[in-house]
Nanobody
Framework: QVQLEESGGGLVQAGGSLRLSCAAS????????MGWYRQAPGKQRELVAT???????NYADSVKGRFTISRDKAGNTVSLQMISLRPEDTATYYC?????????WGQGTQVTVSS
């Protein structure tokens, strides 16, 4: 089992910045990738960014150049630096830890961008 604890998020004006962090605990040796997804009201959960153990990153087109994902050296913490935020970035952001067989999810943290 892997447990995830998210921090960060909140309310920011358009053009502002926020940083999300997520710390994994438990069977962290099983983790092969970590990342962030988001879900806006009435929409499906969508990829924001992921980062593998090997440092390979993947971003949604909508956040490229504005969001940066990073992991600490131990690989148990993933962060998402968000700049130039837009109202359409408003959503609940979920941390993901992916093992060979299972995806683990955090409980979500709200990001609200006002225009």
């Amino acid at each position: 089992q892997v447990q995830l604890e998210e921090s960060g998020g909140g309310l920011v004006q358009a053009g502002g910045s926020l940083r999300l962090s997520c710390a994994a605990s438990g069977s962290t040796f099983r983790i092969r990738a970590m990342g962030w997804y988001r879900q806006a009201p009435g929409k499906q959960r969508e990829l924001v960014a992921t980062c593998t153990d090997g440092g390979i990153t993947n971003y949604a087109d909508s956040v490229k150049g504005r969001f940066t994902i990073s992991r600490d050296k131990a690989g148990n913490t993933v962060s998402l630096q968000m700049i130039s935020l837009r109202p359409e970035d408003t959503a609940t952001y979920y941390c993901l830890a992916r093992t060979l067989f299972t995806d683990y999810w955090g409980q979500g943290t709200q990001v609200t961008v006002s225009s």
